[in-house]
């Protein structure tokens, strides 16, 4: 399973002397897709500065070869390795120190990890802590353990000690540096009014730090607000699903403890709802049932710090069974079973016509995100949707195999899949893209309009829309965002062929984002923006930069979208340009 390792040199100039140390970078690949040493690959860190791509490569056989080309202050290291005509990609954050792991996986081909976790049905598969994935629960004789996999080695353990007691239709969510599996029922079928923490450090659940809910509840929901804290969301509070929950239950990492009070309600209760976090920081819930078993068919929209309940929609797919997940350019996809159609609902609710899938639906999963463009398992072939053509295309090629893509599903980063392969008993993985916060985009920061944005609603004609030969259409109420980067420090330049141009936004984790220009003054054929620190500035065609009347938190990374200044003259932005004014 392992790749031989090359080690960087990192040079240190805090000493008279020049110190110069090693911190190998090692390559894995699961034994069951290897790639041997003759496989050439090129080594990219990123971080908040631009970086130029590597111009060279190194054979994988090439132990102890230094990689000069691998800036130490990275903060993800990208590899890319090629054999034939078969490639492997890369992904993993660098630490501050040690060595740098990255699992490497075929690109757009199931690739399996090694060590069978043995028969279970019903468990939970989540992305816990940093690059780790954590599946639990479930049912089986005897009680399936809890397993964990290292997603920058592929290692999969077991948990020891493990949940205590094994529990069924419990939440996983992310929880400090670990997990938080929360409520649910016993195997016995006793309901759980606590949350149980899993520790790496420990590599099992820490026993001294179960945590009270305020209320026993199961088959809920949970999603992590960008501040850390869990909330679980609706379920029932008796094993039968009669005594559904209203209420939102917030567990705080740092305090160690669970609280109701002073936090949203569901205008319905539900069991078993769909949510999902937006781009926007709001939580979107939908779906589920009522005391009797009837599908709920409205849609609730929480705001970003679980204070308040914001609105209430009808869904437009009514009661048909359906899968959703949050779009990086704002909104969320949904594709509905029954007839096979798709649904955007956009960033301010309005939900777009409907569209058809490619292929027949037999059991629906959604899953990833990198470039606007979630991946759809339809039962029998994947497909990818393209934000702007409103249309899924198949891209992945099975090669005659076919998975079993269950509902035990997750996705570490925007660009992977990772699953429970019922008939393999072991965690599937599909590396698809890797696309992340720090990513370049091409030379001089310039986005590509078509590939490199999506858009938060449904594109229309004055809404939002993209066409080659003329640009990137906005609105007032249709924006388009940069997918997959997200910034600190950042230079900004936008170039629109209409007066008024284009207003630039930058999108933190709150449904209110800076909008610029923010003087009363109207955007012209080109507006730049420059943040840096808690600064922001703008010129507008030239002249001389205003300072924003709002300021943005050191350390909040933002996304960078643009928007339409005038319903009645949308904007057409012609060119973007990005950079990071950071040094390596």
Request: net charge negative; glycine share 12%; hydrophobic share 40%.
């Amino acid at each position: 399973m392992l790749l031989p390792a090359l080690a960087v040199s990192l040079a240190a100039a805090c000493h008279k002397d020049t110190v110069v140390t090693s911190r190998p970078v090692i390559a894995w690949v699961p034994a069951s897709c290897p790639v041997d040493g003759n496989g050439y690959a090129t080594y990219t860190a990123l971080g908040d500065y631009d970086e130029a791509p590597p111009q060279t490569g190194h054979l994988l056989s090439a132990v102890g070869t230094n990689l000069p080309e691998v800036d130490t202050n990275g903060r993800e290291l990208v590899i890319a390795a090629a054999e034939g005509i078969t490639n492997w990609e890369g992904l993993a954050p660098m630490p501050g120190g040690g060595d740098v792991n990255v699992l490497v996986l075929p690109h757009q081909s199931p690739c399996p990890l090694s060590g069978g976790l043995g028969p279970r049905n019903g468990s939970i598969v989540a992305p816990i802590g940093e690059s780790r994935v954590m599946i639990t629960g479930g049912s089986a004789s005897p009680v399936p353990p809890t397993f964990v996999a290292d997603l920058t080695t592929g290692a999969v353990t077991q948990v020891k000690p493990d949940l205590q007691p094994p529990r069924l239709d419990a939440t996983v969510t992310p929880f400090g540096d670990g997990a938080l599996v929360a409520g649910g029922m016993s195997d016995s079928g006793i309901m759980r009014n606590d949350a149980q923490v899993y520790s790496p450090a420990l590599g099992g659940f820490d026993t001294t730090r179960t945590i009270a809910l305020s209320e026993p509840r199961t088959n809920h929901a949970a999603v992590v607000l960008a501040d850390g804290r869990t909330v679980l969301i609706g379920g029932s509070a008796d094993p039968g699903g009669k005594m559904l929950l209203n209420t939102l239950d917030v567990v705080d990492p740092t305090t160690m403890s669970a609280q109701e009070e002073g936090f949203a309600t569901l205008v319905t209760a539900r069991l078993d709802p769909v949510v999902v976090r937006l781009a926007s920081g709001e939580i979107l819930v939908a779906g589920g049932k009522d005391s009797t078993g009837t599908p709920v068919q409205t849609m609730e929209w929480i705001s970003y710090e679980a204070g308040t309940n914001e609105a209430q929609l009808a869904q437009m797919w009514g009661p048909s069974p359906f899968t959703m997940t949050a779009l990086e350019g704002g909104g969320a996809l949904v594709v509905e079973e029954t007839k096979g159609t798709t649904f955007v609902i956009g960033s301010i609710g309005a939900v777009g016509n409907p569209q058809a899938v490619l292929g027949s639906l037999t059991n629906p999963v959604l899953f990833g995100g990198a470039g606007g463009a979630p991946v759809l398992w339809t039962g029998s072939l994947f497909v990818r949707w393209d934000p702007w053509n409103k249309v899924w295309s198949e891209f992945v090629t099975l090669g005659g195999v076919v998975p079993s893509v269950a509902s035990a599903i997750a996705s570490p980063d925007p660009g992977l899949g990772i699953w429970f392969d019922a008939a393999r008993q072991q965690l599937v993985t599909l590396r698809f893209d890797t696309h992340n916060a720090y990513s370049a985009l091409l030379p001089g920061g310039s986005v590509d309009l078509g590939n490199d944005t999506s858009p938060d609603e449904m594109p229309a004609a004055n809404v939002v829309s993209f066409e080659p030969d003329t640009g990137l259409t906005v609105t007032p109420v249709g924006q388009a965002f940069v997918t997959d980067r997200t910034y600190e420090d950042v230079s900004v330049h936008v170039t629109s062929s209409t007066t008024p141009g284009a207003c630039v936004v930058l999108r933190s984790a709150n449904p209110q984002p800076l909008v610029l220009p923010d003087d009363g003054s109207t955007p012209g054929t080109t507006l730049d923006v420059k943040r840096t620190g808690a600064t922001v500035s703008f010129s507008v065609d030239g002249k001389p930069f205003v300072t924003s009347k709002t300021a943005i938190a050191v350390g909040t990374r933002v996304s960078v979208g643009v928007r339409g200044f005038s319903q009645t003259s949308p904007a057409v932005v012609t060119g973007m340009r990005i950079t990071r004014p950071g040094t390596p």
